[in-house]
């Protein structure tokens, strides 16, 4: 493990400003709750002053505006939270799994796989597909045929990419109301250091491609349908669905089990609240929400009766 | 590949009429907006009317109605989307995975796999299953004991079928609050020409089976509960949860996250839409909704603090 | 398979009392709907009454205030549906898969299986992982290192443990916009008794560990994100979610489809409907629901342009 070092040594490397004894010596990071001697934590939100108040961390890193809020040696930096991110990696270099094929994962002849790039224990990597240098795909990833994935993508255990797009035509005539499935022969482009969260799917495209661009971060259980286009550096919370051929923006955050609806076009740094059904396009960026807020069960119960009879209420009224 | 055809043969072996060139040559089928020579596209609803003047495709399939949109070689049949799917299949035959059982799958010697059917890399397949005549499990499906998959029925990577439902008593007097496990006897039974998306559960019946009729088509990461019964033809969305012993009707569909309570029953013919959640049976076909409309945060917190405040209102008011 | 046994030998085993025919033999359990000769059933709610008529188990069990719905022989007891749970392992002894590591199983050397513990196959277990005794992971379960499961934990298939968390900084200055990973050097601990469903993420902790407590029942296609803390004996349906830091009391129940934000405290004996959303901190036990009632379509179009209207309304009022 890295290190120790002083509090100056950390700003020197990443800059900031040290307040107290930049002597003090740090060797890892730790939560404001967890931390103990030696460690360093952060303050992302000033609602957390009275944890802060009781911390045992050697050192703290906050903003200007809070630089007051403890008498611990600190470093004051602009965006704690990302400074935080560049201690913990100096402390907790990321280590991936080591590079090459696992003897279990399946890979057909015709895949290519890059320099440095890691196939897991039962992997199945399909004709054709295409992995760049330095990825890593966690065990038990599968990928369909012809997929191409770029340098630096992580993808996490369980995760299935290319599977077919849900496209079915319903039969009229004869055979009414049976389903005709639509041959998915687009394939899937995942961008330079985009990572992929346990068990997502990411759908083939029906005739176009699927595409995440570069720096996407994608987390658990999320299902991207076909044809979808996720822009660059945007991110994508747990259980959120995609549904066919929307197109997401850049520097967008979509929030937990959010849904977008299919064939809508959402502007860059566009924010979805956690929760929230989109089902229009949103050409302006800003923060849309649409949740139903939650009461005690019998008050809910009363608020949703007369939430249906607003109509009728407006006719009697 | 198969063809090319011109306009005039794709519409002798499937119906509508040719307006324009009936000898216009079609080698692949497009998207609107990427389709180029040799590529017949579709219009499924005048609001792409626009993307239709663009498009470079050499031939459109679209309604009736929509003829006379463009001057571009064409094809007008009454449903141009199931129309769409039958030129595309014919220029892409859908391809499953190879027939047979691949070296890394692990199945049961119980179990019984149908003529041409596959089992993918790294399959499980348990004891006593049935899997049909031409059934496809892609990569990476787990089967437990003792299911029934019928004929031609596709499953995609990452799906698990016959877990044990969610069933589970709470312990009173000595013990209490703690779980009692309700032991799931039954099994999955799964009907001819069912497809299911990846990473999608369907449990097994806690005492009578689970059952997916013929024809359901499945998508990706969708959570079928014990008991729960889907009738024939429906189509599924992605993210959908069916809880325990919920009966959904022949024809029907569910649109994306969409969450069905347990023990109700819905008719045939009922759509419900995506994000809404079914709390009650639907005895009557319709369409059924149930979305918070989403706005700018902004106004959504006044609005939804106004909403809590509806009972109150009306005593004052 | 044990049995058959007479409703008086079952009385004798687990208490309650019997009315008309002790001498009834049982030799399974059944659904009201399909349980036939001597195959007893169980009247969990008054609801069923209609389908207890016409029932034909040969016995049934039912709470006292429902003794007289039936003529059948029958066990009156106080939980009929705990009841019945012990009834019906008492005919079906929960068998898991045979203890051992499958072959096909990848185990790190450093890894540590318990007793009678069983690894399915395809699983894939990481360095320092710990397996109590008696634990079962059903196939492909992948378990990152250095994660930690109690005695008797149940796994079922696909389910991933100790994949990273989502957590990530936003870049400022030089390469705004991009985000930085925070390292997830934290554990996952689950205790004794746990069951996890299909399909199920469970992350590592960010800085502290991922802790969820004995008892606690998870059903399929859950997402608990880092640094979540579940008190013992609570109970999640399926497709809920439960985002980074949130903290779930004891004898919890989270219905299917609910989303958890993060950085939230629950209490003890809080119930959380199915499809709510939960936003803020919960410090009373009590059910809380937040459901937008579903409508037929047009319905629902109509109130939700008025329920967008509310504030507008109140200033024009």
């Known amino acids: 493990m890295p290190g120790p070092f002083t509090l100056g040594e950390l700003a020197a490397r990443f800059g900031g400003r040290v307040a107290g004894d930049s002597q003090t010596l740090i060797r890892q990071v730790g939560s404001l709750e967890h931390a103990g001697a030696g460690q360093i934590t952060f303050l992302n939100s000033r609602k957390l002053e009275r944890k802060l108040a009781q911390t045992r961390a050697a050192a703290v890193i906050l903003a200007p505006e809070n630089e007051r809020l403890t008498g611990l040696p600190r470093i004051v930096a602009e965006n704690p939270y990302a400074y935080f991110a560049r201690v913990s990696q100096l402390f907790n270099p990321v280590v991936l799994q080591a590079p090459g094929v696992h003897p279990s994962a399946v890979v057909s002849s015709t895949a290519s796989i890059g320099k440095g790039a890691s196939v897991g224990a039962g992997c199945v990597v399909g004709d054709d597909v295409v992995i760049g240098d330095d990825s890593c795909l966690y065990p038990r990833v599968v990928i369909y045929p012809k997929c191409v994935l770029g340098k630096r993508v992580v993808v996490h255990a369980g995760v299935v990419i290319g599977a077919d797009g849900f496209g079915i035509a319903r039969e009229e005539g004869r055979g009414a109301g049976h389903w005709i499935k639509i041959p998915q022969i687009g394939g899937v482009r995942i961008g330079d250091d985009v990572e992929i969260g346990a068990n997502t799917t990411i759908d083939r495209g029906a005739l176009d491609d699927t595409v995440i661009e570069e720096g996407v971060k994608i987390d658990n259980q999320v ?6 286009r996720i822009g660059a550096h945007s991110a994508i919370a747990g259980c959120v669905g995609i ?19 299919g064939h809508i076009a959402i502007a860059d740094h566009v924010h979805v609240s956690a929760g929230t059904l989109i089902s229009r396009s949103l050409p302006k960026a800003g923060t849309y929400t649409g949740i139903y807020p939650f009461e ?7 608020n949703a009766a007369r939430l249906r009879r607003l109509t009728k209420g407006k006719k009697n009224g």
Request: glycine share 16%; charged share 15%.
């Open 223 to 228: 299902q991207v349908g076909h044809n979808v």
């Open 243 to 261: 549904a066919g051929s929307a197109v997401i923006g850049r520097h967008c955050t979509i929030g937990g089990a959010a849904m977008i609806h």
């Open 296 to 302: 005690e069960h019998e008050a809910w119960k009363r």
